[in-house]
């Protein structure tokens, strides 16, 4: 499975932007597609999630809100649409694709595949 993530760039403080995610190579039994990010000397955090199958979605408590999180089955495509953008969201954002259930997925550990990351900056 190759994941490809897009739609990164720099934005203003209170704007948005909208990630896109593609996935290819294998197209069934996704679980799980989700989005993390990554700040310069920080971990890799979760940002949002959304089940495959139900589209059930799960979210960050600091991206509540803000974030929305869709997906396109037909299209193997999945979205993070981000809003009221802050200086602190400034990251490299990441998605990821889980192919087995896990008790959670809010941790990097339940992912089995990753995407190169686009960088979000937001400036004050």
């Known amino acids: 499975v190759q994941l490809q993530a897009s739609g990164g760039g720099l934005v203003q403080a209170g704007g948005s932007l909208r990630l896109s995610c593609a996935a290819s190579g294998r197209t069934f039994g996704y679980y799980v597609m989700g989005w993390f990010r990554q700040a310069p000397g920080k971990e890799r955090e979760f940002v949002a999630a959304i089940r495959w199958s139900g589209g059930n979605t799960y979210y960050a408590d600091s991206m509540k809100g803000r974030f929305t999180i869709s997906r396109d089955n037909a299209e193997n495509m999945v979205y993070l649409q981000m809003s009221s953008l802050k200086p602190e969201d400034t990251a490299a954002y990441y998605c990821?694709?889980?192919?087995?259930?896990?008790?959670?997925?809010?941790?990097?550990?339940?992912?089995?595949?990753w995407g190169q990351g686009t960088q979000v900056t937001v400036s004050s």
């Open positions: 990821a694709l889980a192919v087995r259930h896990s008790p959670s997925y809010y941790y990097t550990g339940a992912y089995d595949y």
